[in-house]
T-cell receptor, first 113, second 110 residues
């Protein structure tokens, strides 16, 4: 079974631009969560989607948004990029219920100049 | 708020045993995960504890004490490839949200 895939793997943007990242979950997984990883803050939860609905959201500004499609694929969007948005963005998929193991994709490395 | 603590860095020798501790203070605790992350790679699942006690899986074991807010990951017969960061994460309530500690960087030397 194929793992979680994320595209693109690397991105370089400038301040003020916007970016869209994509995540395809493991086949059969209906929950997709997004995390931001930085050296200073570690891994922080952004949001989680299940059946095209956002079920939970972390403490990030409204510039960070996401959505999920009927095939469970998910995208996240960051608008008006800031230097501090430079990070590794990880997507994780799981079956559905709380406590189900989340399997991570390889991540998208975003650099904001 | 949620607070999860792990040592920042640990060193050990190949073939030895190392224990990585994780303490947490959270509301609505559901369960605790351990992940391994090699530099530049995605976290990979190691273990999940919901009930008190020890879960053994090959060279890796994980322990949980819910009353003490404490967990540890035990790595036996250390190998060079075990050099990585080890992340402790808790799930809260009925949500698929992982709250991570800052991670413990383990360096295994020959």
């Amino acid at each position: 079974k194929a793992g979680v895939t994320q595209t693109p793997r690397y991105l370089i943007k400038t301040r003020g631009q916007q970016v869209t990242l994509s995540c395809s979950p493991i086949s059969g997984h209906r929950s997709v969560s997004w995390y931001q990883q930085t050296p200073g803050q570690g891994l922080q939860f952004l949001f989680e989607y299940f059946s095209e609905t956002q079920r939970n959201k972390g403490n990030f500004p409204g510039r960070f948004s996401g959505r999920q499609f009927s095939n469970s694929r998910s995208e996240m969007n960051v608008s008006t990029l800031e230097l501090g948005d430079s990070a590794l963005y990880l997507c994780a998929s799981s079956l559905a219920a709380s406590g189900d193991t989340q399997y991570f994709g390889p991540g998208t490395r975003l650099t904001v100049l | 708020g949620q607070n999860i603590d792990q040592p920042t860095e640990m060193t050990a020798t190949e073939g030895a045993i190392v224990q990585i501790n994780c303490t947490y203070q959270t509301s609505g605790f559901n369960g605790l995960f351990w992940y391994q992350q090699h530099a530049g790679e995605a976290p990979t699942f190691l273990s999940y504890n919901v009930l008190d006690g020890l879960e053994e899986k090959g060279r890796f074991s994980s322990f949980l004490s819910r009353s003490k807010g404490y967990s540890y990951l035990l790595l036996k017969e250390l190998q060079m490839k075990d050099s990585a960061s080890y992340l402790c994460a808790v799930t809260l309530g009925g949500f698929q949200k992982l709250v991570f500690g800052t991670g413990t960087r383990l360096l295994v030397s020959p």
